[in-house]
């Protein structure tokens, strides 16, 4: 029997069935009028549809459930490479140890994002590594800088490797993690440098510190409050930092710093 030999005949007999049913309509309530209608469409459809066509929906039907769940797993991955498109280069020999920072700041508050911390352990890492071959570090922080004073390197004080780094950071935009400078023994010979990273909303003491110089360009790690040298925050030179490297013509000329031979005090740009 052709298709459209049994559409034309479930057709004809649901059409009689419906005529007979109406005939009994007047004493159904509101609610049977809908129930009929509803049946009377079901069963419309069921005749007309073939096996082998409802086959084929019930195909695409589950091809179209799995498209969806595909692109809600991938949706936020995607996204979030939007929001952050960045990418660095970690040494080697530090990834165990950009892995083990990411973990730190992570634990610094629920409100970290994973993620994010993984980020600026990355971002430590590659900028200080990168800054290291620079600066071409030679012999001891203190003999690094002698050569920077008589002109021999251009940059490597320890403000400089904090300021750069913090610039580096800055540019990742960080929603859950915030950055802060810290000095230790401001305006004296033994001033050094270093940023401090806490949970957005934390204190300054609360955060772990990056320091840079005193191990001649690798980083150093920890919590700011246990490190040997007491730390203290200066907003107002970070601002100042920030504010320089955003001028168009910003420079990246060295501070006048008067070398660290005996108990000589150094101020810094931006100092007040």
């Not at 549809?49 to 936020?76: C, G, K, M, N």
């Not at 600066?135 to 490597?156: A, C, D, E, V």
């Not at 910003?250 to 150094?266: D, I, L, T, Y």
């Amino acid at each position: 029997m052709s298709l459209s030999r049994v559409e034309t005949e479930g057709a004809g007999a649901y059409r009689l069935l419906f005529l007979l049913r109406y005939t009994q309509m007047a004493t159904f309530r509101r609610r049977d009028y809908v129930t009929l209608g509803r049946t009377f469409y079901i069963n419309i459809a069921g005749a007309i549809i073939s096996p082998a066509r409802a086959s084929r929906i019930q195909s695409l039907t589950r091809l179209a459930v799995a498209l969806a769940i595909l692109a809600a797993w991938t949706t936020p991955a995607m996204a979030d490479q939007q929001q952050r498109p960045f990418s660095f280069q970690v040494p080697k020999n530090d990834s165990a140890a950009a892995e083990a920072l990411a973990s730190k700041l992570a634990a610094l508050s629920p409100t970290v994002n994973r993620g994010e911390a993984k980020l600026v352990a990355e971002c430590a890492y590659a900028t200080v590594s990168k800054l290291r071959r620079e600066y071409r570090m030679f012999g001891t922080p203190i003999f690094n800088n002698f050569l920077i004073y008589h002109g021999l390197r251009k940059r490597g004080y320890c403000y400089q490797w904090s300021e750069d780094l913090l610039v580096a950071l800055d540019k990742l935009k960080l929603t859950s993690l915030e950055l802060h400078w810290g000095e230790y023994d401001p305006r004296t010979w033994r001033e050094n440098n270093c940023i401090v990273v806490t949970a957005k909303g934390q204190p300054f003491q609360r955060g772990i510190m990056l320091e840079c110089w005193r191990h001649l360009g690798h980083l150093y790690y920890g919590a700011v409050v246990a490190d040997y040298e007491h730390y203290v925050e200066n907003s107002a030179y970070a601002r100042f930092v920030l504010a320089r490297s955003a001028a168009p013509n910003s420079s990246g000329a060295n501070h006048p710093v008067a070398f660290q031979r005996s108990v000589v005090a150094k101020r810094k740009a931006g100092d007040h």
